[in-house]
Structures are given as structure tokens and as C-alpha cells.
């Protein structure tokens, strides 16, 4: 009798969130303008755990955008 071999299934890869995406946010990924981080605030991503590295890069740009508009004098964020 032949056995038959269970295929298994590909690890996803949790360190590239776009394994995981459909071609519709792959797109709006792609087309968001991200602003470049100061070297301090790279420096305190990569001190985070790396389960929680997303989540701090992601509040890191929002703060990065809030310090160029500040510093511009705008009295609102400009869209993304």
C-alpha cells in the first residue's frame, strides 16, 4: 500500500507582512507615503522586542509626521 504523505502547508513568514496580503493592499502599501525616521527613533525601533517592532515603527512615523508638520507651522497633519 502507498502511504500517502501529508503536504505541508508553507510557514508563513511573520517578518514579511506581505506574504499575507491580498494584490489590493499590497497596492495601498506600496502607494503610502511613509516619512523617512530620524536616526534616534530607528535607534528605539530596534531596541523593541521584535513581536512588537510593527506596531513601534508605525506610531514612530506617525510621531515623525507630527514633528515635520510642527516644525513647518502647520496647524494640521497633511494627508497621507
Known amino acids: 500500500m502507498k502511504k500517502v504523505e501529508k503536504k505541508a502547508k508553507p510557514e508563513q513568514n511573520t517578518l514579511n507582512p506581505f506574504?499575507?496580503?491580498?494584490?489590493?493592499?499590497?497596492l495601498k502599501a506600496q502607494q503610502?507615503?511613509?516619512?523617512?525616521?530620524s536616526v534616534a527613533l530607528k535607534l528605539e525601533v530596534s531596541r523593541m522586542p521584535l513581536k512588537?517592532?510593527?506596531?513601534?515603527q508605525?506610531?514612530?512615523?506617525?510621531?515623525?509626521?507630527?514633528l515635520q508638520?510642527?516644525?513647518k507651522g502647520l496647524k494640521k497633519l497633511p494627508p497621507r
Open 58 to 66: 508605525e506610531v514612530a512615523e506617525t510621531l515623525e509626521e507630527i
Open 69 to 71: 508638520a510642527t516644525e
Open 52 to 56: 512588537n517592532r510593527a506596531h513601534g
Open 19 to 26: 506574504t499575507s496580503m491580498s494584490a489590493l493592499e499590497k
Open 32 to 37: 503610502e507615503v511613509k516619512p523617512e525616521l
